[in-house]
């Protein structure tokens, strides 16, 4: 044979004679069953599928850096927000929710805007979306609304009454599902699109003060979306086609980047602001928390392998480091959770120890002992309990997060209060944000989905698109060709 490239071995590194013609009996077979080299092959592509994710299945990414531009050492200690001018080594995935790990990436559909930084205290992920908001506020919903963009039990199909039964039932919803459907719906690729933290999260310093934060990230390349047509014909041609435009461009040295801002708020005025602040469906109004710009994020390494280093990423709400943590935002308290745990199942315990998910730049220290596919020596000879005499890694106190202040009585509390105001965002984005185009392909897109809904849940769902606003429902109703009037009186 020309010895043209390395030589080709079993996993185990015996040289391979053959890879064209399996060992038989004669010419005419049959196999032999010493024939370990097949039986490896083909035993190893049996098994070369892992689960692909519940949620986010198709997706993309690239690694990249953050560099801080203004301090937040008022608020926080953690340095990966107060050392300005430093690169921060990080990756991206990008995603859409609902579809199979081969769906088109220009379906109608959040984007997930997945990141994690490498910094020198440990990991830190914001695991957000395109949008600021969310669909449901509690994740003892979030089963049941993803579901919804599942396929059908019985016929494996994909029909969007589903989806308009559960929001028509579920208001709080309204305000996510006008952003989906609107010309955001489609981005073209993550490049043109912007990404938040979504949740409220909290900074703290040494002092013990604790500030509640959203993070926003800005396109720098501005926004572009397909319109709904396009999208449905890209999906055709090209399902591949936002994956390929983000590699495409870090290829060629057009590396994209965004602008990264904070909106902060005392933490006290969470008791008091009009708004529950840890209400996903809501946004944190600019004019109230206006955006305080404090860096950059750019993409500029693909990755090597897909499957090694993005199928294979685990980013979760859990990692957070020293001067980040939580609030009391319910959906964020069950990622926190789920996340993790979701990568134990599909990854395995020991997933952290997959190359793109170490915490590459801090000292990893831990009791966490043995667990299939343990690669890493398993921290040797040294002692595997604490507290110990043999010099074991410590806790430190000087970490601790300052208490955070939580009363009430244990309960399940029903959404929304009888004061909430469920329309008043979805009506600004209605009349603020949308021009009269964007009101227009709102209704369409709506009208289009909604076509395949039974007509009590066309005219559930209308009775409040008409609380956001008239023309809205007014608009909904003659595109499905129901009564104006009596839809308005529902
Ligand atoms: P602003 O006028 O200050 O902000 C409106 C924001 O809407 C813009 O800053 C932009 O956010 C976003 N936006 C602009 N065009 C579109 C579009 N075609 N589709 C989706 N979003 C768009 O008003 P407020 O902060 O008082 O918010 C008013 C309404 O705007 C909210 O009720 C909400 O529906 C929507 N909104 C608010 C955001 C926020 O964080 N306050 C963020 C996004 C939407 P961006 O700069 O992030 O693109």
Known sequence: MADQGPRLTTAFGNPISDNQN????????????????????MAHFNRERIPERVVHAKGYGAYGTFRLTRSLSEFTRAKVLTEVGK???????????????????????????????????????????????????????????????????????????????????????????????????????????????????????????????????????????????????????????????????????????????????????????RINPFDLTKVWPHGDYPLIEIGEMELNRNPENY??????????????????????????QNRV??????????????????????????????????GAMRTDGNHGAQVDYEPNSFGGPKQDPSFSEPPLRIQGDAGRYGWPGDDEDLYGQPKLFWTKVLDEGGRKRLVENIVTSMGDSPRHIQERMIAHWFKVHEDFGRGVAQGLGIDTAQAAAE
């Not at 579809?99 to 930084?117: N, Q, Y």
């Not at 499957?307 to 964020?332: H, R, T």
């Not at 979701?342 to 966490?368: C, E, F, M, S």
């Open 337 to 370: 959770l789920s996340y993790a745990d979701a990568h134990r199942y599909r990854l395995g315990v020991n997933y952290q120890q997959i190359p793109v998910n170490q915490a590459k730049n801090a000292d990893v220290q831990t009791y966490h002992r043995d």
């Open 87 to 273: 690169d921060v080594p990080m990756v991206a995935r990008f995603s859409t929710v609902g579809g199979e790990s081969g769906s088109a990436d220009t379906a109608r559909d959040p984007r997930g805007f997945a990141l994690k930084f490498y910094t020198e205290e440990g990991n830190w992920d914001l695991v957000g979306n395109n949008t600021p908001i969310f669909f449901v506020r509690d994740a003892i919903k979030f089963s049941d609304f993803i579901r919804t963009q599942k396929r059908d039990p019985r016929t494996h199909l994909k029909p969007h009454w589903r989806r308009w039964d559960f929001w028509s039932l579920s208001p709080e919803a309204i305000h996510q599902v006008m952003f989906l459907y609107s010309d955001r719906g489609t981005p073209k690729s993550a490049r043109f699109m912007n990404g938040y933290g979504s949740h409220t999260f909290s900074l703290w310093n040494d002092r013990g003060e604790r500030h509640w934060v959203k993070f926003h990230f800005h396109t720098k390349q501005g926004i572009q979306n397909f319109s709904a047509d396009e999208a449905d014909e890209v999906a055709g041609k090209d399902p591949d086609y936002s994956s390929a435009d983000l590699s495409t461009a870090i290829e060629q040295g057009d590396f994209p980047k965004w602008k990264v801002s904070v909106q902060l708020m005392p933490e006290l005025d969470a008791d008091t602001y």
């Open 307 to 332: 499957f090694a280093e993005i199928e294979q990423s685990a980013f979760e709400p859990s990692n957070v480091v020293p001067g980040i943590g939580f609030s009391p935002d319910k959906m964020l």
């Open 22 to 41: 399996s060992l038989t009996a004669g010419s005419r077979g049959p196999v032999l069953m010493q024939d370990y080299h097949l039986i490896e092959k």
